[in-house]
């Protein structure tokens, strides 16, 4: 290896890098606030680089009709809740998240597929951004909130069973064969031995906005600080009025916005499949976990570490290479142990809620 | 309680009628003898790309072959070798099936034929497996395809080779026979790299590829992900020639590759460039029957290549029965005996890919018309001109 090569391999796991930062960062996110290790992040990922696609070719994405099929469901879960407690109070606004906000995107989508394609790009982008956000609350509220109370690990098979879901669905609404678009950004600058892309410079530009807009999100707006609360100990934040119901939404909607970011940018940089994003969504996890699943630099950092080790170990043993980036989970375990169980999340504390 | 008993009896009920109904049926149906076909085919899972195509065939297969009624159970294995065992178990015990078509990737068509063996039924695998007595295949086996990338490596003069295929059972395959065939041809295989289906990106194999100034390039991959490394290669502009299997020949593999794979050479299937078959080719007719019988029920343009290795087993599963049901009937290990005798007999068997001759020692029988070589122009497959 020289060190042109080096510096190529460093550009490409950096550029990964920052896929993965974005989704450890959710992970965590998701993590503090509701306890989920939220394996169909991921899913999302990909579900949201297949709807771009398809709103580039002028087809009506076919996650029109999961969001449907799962606000339609999250209202008759809100509806029958209402019924059986006789507290009506709460249902308009509940009807107005689950029910008319959803209805109102796919109703935009269809009826903006139904004009001549090509969308201008802006469109594409936020009809695609419009139909991923929704999922993730959805999601919440159908498959979380009924059992928010449970375990750690029984909210993990749940979010394990949520990943099997979605991505049969995803199989059955866009097909076994993978897609590509367009990039966002068709222009590339030569630096030395380097040709960069805009797409991946925008990649890295994103990852870094949306951890500093998370950053001042937590640091400056009530609900920032609510949901840092809730991290920090949901007892006493609901003893203060801070509903871990509420704050689980705000969790679900920021992640899921983050995996339509993606989803939309990765598809313009490589083919996506119904199922790539489950091995994303793993190799942001072990970099999440470089912070112990709470912290975000921490976290950041995992991710881009695991980026580079994987374009480095693809170039010397390319056969083993997801081999050799997960078996970067034992050294991790093996430090996290080592350092002590200090201001992590005490499932046994949090199961009596 | 009471309700308990009440439940039972409806249950009883259902049974009863039930019991009659099928009976009624059975007699109804007795006049004609019905073969029944079981069908595993991976249509979810990592190999759906193959397995939803060869499901959709299965509906335009013969329902009457010599006087004999085919009745197809299908059953889907998601990819998963012991889900495909099970299926395999369910359609012998239950179903008492006379013949198995799938199933549709390698893992699952070994998995299957142990049990294809032991129940003395005989398989139609829709992959290129090692077979025992009683499995036979028809797609091309890829040292048939491998032999004649190779001898266009030579005739282009190409030393020196780099191997890129998929981490997997198939990729090893591959290699090996890609290092022995060449050899034998005076190339020299200069790099092993592998990759995965959902792999994001491939530039660090892509690097080492290139580091090493291979003369040409061997992407053994298939559908979809083939097209990744190609695309990676075109951006580094790689010079060299790069090769692709017959597994990458689809509609799919155009639309994702683009501009990136004008002047790929791949070995492919007759089917593949039925357009520039000439009258003469053996294949055209039958692959033009199967393109217009797929795109009616499918849709313009949507009859690919794995659905023709599904019509192909329904070819020679046509061509074997009448011998096989003059001696035996069906639902009896005499007719599964018989049907793999036949099936192990066929000669000239025209499919829509190529030209079947059995033997006992050859369960595939296709020869050098089942393989063409082509490349990519402005988004479609050409025959390669030499």
């Known amino acids: 290896m020289n060190p042109e090569i080096a510096l190529l391999l460093l550009q490409d796991g950096l550029v990964t890098g920052s896929t993965y930062a974005l989704l450890a960062l959710a992970a965590v996110l998701l993590f503090t606030t509701t306890r989920i290790i939220f394996v169909p992040q991921g899913d999302l990922v990909a579900l949201s680089g297949l709807t771009y696609a398809s709103w580039e070719v002028g087809k009506l994405p076919a996650s029109v009709w999961l969001l449907a099929g799962l606000a339609g469901l999250a209202t008759l879960i809100e509806i029958i809740a209402a019924t059986r407690s006789r507290r009506f109070r709460a249902l308009p606004r509940a009807l107005f998240t689950h029910a008319i906000l959803p209805g109102l995107i796919v109703v935009l989508a269809v009826c903006v597929s139904a004009r001549p394609p090509p969308l201008p790009l802006i469109a594409r982008v936020l009809l695609t951004v419009a139909l991923i956000v929704p999922l993730g609350p959805l999601v919440y509220r159908v498959a979380f909130q009924p059992v928010i109370a449970a375990s750690i690990s029984s909210l993990f098979v749940v979010a394990i069973a949520t990943h099997f879901a979605i991505e049969g ?53 009530m609900l920032g600080k609510a949901l840092r609360a809730v991290a920090v100990n949901r007892l006493g934040a609901r003893l203060v009025g801070i509903g871990a ?32 994003g489950f091995m ?57 142990s080592v350092r002590g169980h200090t201001e992590g999340i005490d499932d046994d504390e949090d199961s009596t809620l | 309680m009471h309700k308990r008993e009440a439940t039972r009896g409806i249950a009883r009920a259902i049974a009863l009628g039930s019991l009659i109904l099928t009976g009624f049926a059975q007699t109804a149906g007795a006049a004609v003898p019905t073969v029944t076909v079981g069908v595993i085919v991976g249509a979810t899972g990592p190999v ?276 096989a049901l003059a001696k035996a009937s069906p639902g009896t290990v005499a007719f599964r005996v018989a049907l793999r005798d036949a099936l192990e007999q066929l000669h000239d068997v025209v499919g829509a890919d190529g030209v079947y001759n059995m033997s006992a020692s050859n369960h595939n029988g296709l020869d050098a018309r089942a393989r063409v070589l082509v490349t990519v122009r402005a988004g479609a497959f050409v025959p390669l001109q030499p």
């Open chain 1, 169 to 221: 669905i995803a199989l059955i609404a866009f097909g076994p064969e993978g897609v590509r678009a367009a990039p966002l950004l068709d222009a590339s600058m030569t630096l030395g031995p380097l040709s960069v892309s805009a797409q991946s410079l925008l990649m890295i530009g994103v990852t870094a906005a949306s951890a500093a807009a998370l950053y001042l999100f937590f640091r400056l707006h």
């Open chain 1, 245 to 276: 119901e509420r704050s689980g939404a705000v969790a679900f909607l920021l992640s899921a916005a983050m995996a339509a970011f993606t989803g939309v940018l990765l598809a313009g940089s490589t083919t996506l499949y119904y199922d790539s």
């Open chain 1, 280 to 336: 994303i969504g793993l190799k942001a996890f072990v970099g999440a976990l470089f912070g112990g699943l709470i912290s975000y630099p921490a976290a950041v950092v995992g991710a881009f570490l695991i980026g580079v080790l994987e374009s480095f170990v693809s170039f010397w043993a390319s056969a083993y290479k997801d081999a050799l980036v997960f078996a970067a989970l034992i050294p991790i375990m093996w430090w996290l």
């Open chain 2, 48 to 323: 759906s790309s193959i397995g939803i195509p060869v499901k959709n065939t299965i509906a335009l297969l013969p329902r009457m072959v010599a006087g004999a009624q085919l009745r197809y159970v299908i059953l889907d294995d998601g990819g998963d070798p012991g889900v495909a065992v099970k299926a395999m178990r369910e359609l012998s015990e239950q179903d008492h099936a006379d013949i198995l078509i799938g199933s549709t990737s390698v893992p699952t068509c070994v998995a299957v034929a142990t049990v294809a063996l032991e129940t003395q039924t005989p398989e139609i695998g829709i992959a290129p497996f090692p077979t025992n007595a009683y499995t036979f295949f028809t797609p091309q086996p890829p040292e048939l395809m491998l032999a004649g990338l190779i001898a266009d490596m030579k005739a282009k003069g190409v030393t020196t080779l780099a191997y890129l295929g998929f981490s997997d059972s198939l990729g090893d395959h591959n290699y090996q026979a890609t290092v022995k065939l060449a050899s034998a041809a005076g190339i020299r295989v200069i790099a092993d790299e592998r990759y995965d289906r959902t792999d994001t990106t491939v530039t660090a194999q892509v690097l080492k590829i290139m580091s090493r100034h291979p003369d040409a390039v061997f992407v053994s991959a298939a559908g979809t992900p083939a097209a990744l490394p190609q695309l990676e290669l075109a951006r580094r502009d790689y010079r060299g020639h790069v090769y692709f299997l017959h597994g990458a020949i689809n509609a799919e593999f155009l639309r994702v590759g683009g501009n990136a794979l004008n002047g790929i050479t791949a070995s492919a299937g007759p089917f593949a460039i039925v357009d520039h078959l000439t009258d003469d080719n053996p294949v055209r007719s039958q692959a033009l029957r199967f393109r217009e019988a797929y795109d009616a029920k499918y849709g313009p343009g949507s009859a690919g290549t794995f659905a023709a290795y599904a019509w192909d087993a329904g070819v020679l599963l046509a061509a074997a029965l009448p011998t």
